[in-house]
């Protein structure tokens, strides 16, 4: 059964860092894209970045919106996708989802909540 | 970017009817589009990818078509789970975006 779990969310003030962590299982991690994607309160989905599989080599794509500013790496040995925030703005408070990048997003996990505010 | 609009921006039905919402993307986006449902705080589900085949796990009440960059998702006999707001996404060319999505609400 294919699952993903996000943590590391949490309260974070303006300019600030955070990392956050996916947790896969189920399948297998290398094989596929994994991707973030956001949701501001009461607002619409908004993807954010990409970590490709290992046949690209695991590059990354992102969104003009957080380019220079976030992260996404991937961890092979541990399953996990990371998405490392920093200069963070109150714009950027939102419910954080990793989804698996196969057919678009076919695996989603719950969500971890950001929120930037001093 | 590519833009997609989604129309309406909501819709009210009634229990058992058919209902259809559309996107339309601002330039050629081939098949690389698919269609998510959203309950209130929970995270989105995968319905369709490739315009028009299901996921997984997906009932075939759900559907959806192409015709060059207008793309149709198509819910029949509308059950209360249904109810629910429902994206379109591209994923041809990055930055992948979504439309505004649609909120499905009981009549």
Redesign the interface.
Known sequence: EVQLVESGGGLVQPGGSLRLTCATSGFIFSDHYMDWVRQAPGKGLEWVGRGKSKVERYTTEYAASVKGRFIVSRDESKNSLYLQMNSLKSEDTAVYYCARGLNSFDFWGLGTMVTVSS | ?IQMTQSPSSLSASVGDKVTITCRASQDIRN?L?W?Q?KPGR????LI??AS?L?NGVPSKFSGSRSGTDFTLTINCLQPEDFATY?C?Q?DT????????TKLEIK
Do not use: L, R
């Open positions: 970017d690389s698919a998510f959203q995270a989105p589900k995968s990818y490739g085949s996921q994206y996404q994923y990055y930055p992948f975006t979504f439309g505004q999505g």
